[in-house]
T-cell receptor, first 117, second 113 residues
Framework: GAVVSQHPSRVICKSGTSVKIECRSLDFQATTMFWYRQFPKKSLMLMATSNEGSKATYEQGVEKDKFLINHASLTLSTLTVTSAHPEDSSFYIC?????????????FGPGTRLTVL | GQQLNQSPQSMFIQEGEDVSMNCTSSSIFNTWLWYKQDPGEGPVLLIALYKAGELTSNGRLTAQFGITRKDSFLNISASIPSDVGIYFCAGRSETGTASKLTFGTGTRLQVTL
């Protein structure tokens, strides 16, 4: 149980284009989903927290107009990198949490590697 | 953002050896978690600790929640080649909600035969 998928697993795009990454909880309903960014040989840095049906909460320094997050259902959250540039190249990982009393742990997706040319 | 300090940063060990790594913070956390990340994959939860002083095992892994709530350690006994990867600690300061985690800087483990 508690499987989280991401699509695509890797994407290469041209500078200036927008890229959408999907995060799905496959066997549970996730009230909260998180988006992280990870640079090579670095730790995970939280970008934003999204709750189903409400606006995402972004961490300091993360541009909400650059990284659009939509959590339209209890099993799907999307991250759209708008007008991507080479510095946006990174490994993006989502996680999902049940958010039920006593069951708060985050289960992570396999990640999406974005390369912007 | 804030990060937790992990040590060692990396380690090379021989198969069969025991491994110990720790994680320290300048602030208190109410939950400590240990994750393992393989190259190109997302982190996988190994152990979760919810009470100060708690000692929890998961197979060859043992982790403890420090009494001060500012540190935690992870031990791996009798290491095997598949233990290779990056180990991250993570802390959560809020209780009762699916609140955000703060991740450690990571410990890269390499096991030689």
């Amino acid at each position: 149980g508690a499987v989280v998928s991401q699509h695509p697993s890797r994407v290469i795009c041209k500078s200036g284009t927008s890229v959408k990454i999907e995060c799905r909880s496959l066997d549970f309903q996730a009230t909260t989903m998180f988006w992280y960014r990870q640079f090579p040989k670095k730790s995970l840095m939280l970008m934003a927290t999204s709750n189903e049906g409400s606006k995402a909460t972004y961490e300091q320094g993360v541009e909400k107009d650059k990284f659009l997050i939509n959590h339209a259902s209890l099993t799907l959250s999307t991250l759209t990198v708008t007008s991507a540039h080479p510095e946006d190249s990174s490994f993006y990982i989502c996680s999902a949490s049940l958010g039920l009393a006593g069951v708060y742990e985050q289960f992570f997706g396999p990640g999406t590697r974005l390369t912007v040319l | 953002g804030q990060q937790l300090n992990q040590s060692p940063q990396s380690m090379f060990i021989q198969e069969g050896e025991d491994v110990s790594m720790n994680c320290t913070s300048s602030s208190i956390f109410n939950t400590w978690l240990w994750y393992k990340q393989d190259p190109g994959e997302g982190p996988v939860l190994l152990i979760a600790l919810y009470k100060a002083g708690e000692l929890t095992s998961n197979g060859r892994l043992t982790a403890q929640f420090g009494i001060t709530r500012k540190d935690s350690f992870l031990n791996i006994s009798a290491s095997i080649p598949s233990d290779v990867g990056i180990y991250f600690c993570a802390g959560r300061s809020e209780t009762g909600t699916a609140s955000k985690l703060t991740f450690g800087t990571g410990t890269r483990l390499q096991v030689t035969l």
